[in-house]
């Protein structure tokens, strides 16, 4: 079955960065879209930006450039979440997902698979 | 991107239809054929319920179903369960924009 495990909980300083993993297995690893989108204590969901895992394009939200990277490694099937410059607003649950697809060649634009969630918590 | 507009709240009594709405603008919802709808319960992950706007995944009750109008799309709960209860978000594909989400309250 398909599964997406995150890495644990961090606790990080303001101006700090936080690398968040997620590591897939169940399914072909390169035939999905990867997305991370996060969620603050008691908010909704915030959509961050998505990676191609076939060939490592990545596309972000204007509102994180230049302080978030995406990144996979398809020896390990794992996507990586990276995020910078880190200040209190930035303290909520990461998430990696899947972007649903049908054969032969539909990404159905949504997330079918969720891993975990990682809390990440900025405080001094 | 703004947030997509949902109702903060809705409640029905258990056997009841409620609707949620999900208003955007003809940039994102009135643009897309990929709408989908998740449930959250507290502290849990949320989940897939619908997908290109009114398309259901495997394993999904048949008791909800969505559409969309225009710049709106719309999910629907019917014979509403206590297990319903929960938070719904709607969702526009690429460039993909959440709702606020509506908390859903079974009486």
């Known amino acids: 079955q398909v599964q997406l495990i995150q890495s644990g909980a961090e606790v990080k300083k303001p101006g700090a960065s936080v690398r968040v993993s997620c590591k897939a297995s169940?399914?072909?690893?390169?035939?999905?879209?990867m997305h991370w989108l996060r969620q603050a204590p008691g908010q909704g969901l915030e959509y961050m930006g998505q990676i191609n895992v076939k060939n490592g394009n990545t596309g972000y939200v204007q509102k994180f450039q230049g302080r978030v990277t995406m990144a996979r490694d398809t020896s390990v099937n794992t996507v990586y979440l990276e995020l910078s410059r880190l200040t209190s607003d930035d303290t909520a649950v990461y998430y990696c997902v899947r972007e649903g697809f049908l054969p032969p060649n539909r990404h159905t634009q949504d997330f079918d698979h969720w891993g975990q969630g990682t809390l990440v918590t900025v405080s001094s | 991107q703004s947030a997509l507009t949902q109702p903060a709240s809705v409640s029905g009594s258990p056997g009841q239809s409620i609707t949620i709405s999900c208003t955007g603008t003809n940039s994102d919802i009135g643009a897309s054929n990929y709408v989908s709808w998740y449930q959250q319960h507290p502290g849990k992950v949320p989940k897939l319920m619908i997908s290109e706007v009114s398309n259901r995944p495997s394993g999904v009750s048949d008791r909800f179903s969505a559409s969309k109008s225009g710049n709106t799309a719309s999910l629907t709960i019917s014979g509403l369960q206590a297990e319903d209860e929960a938070d719904y978000y709607c969702c526009s594909g690429s460039p993909y924009v959440f709702a606020t989400g509506t908390r859903v309250t079974v009486l």
């Open positions: 169940g399914y072909t690893f390169t035939g999905h879209y």
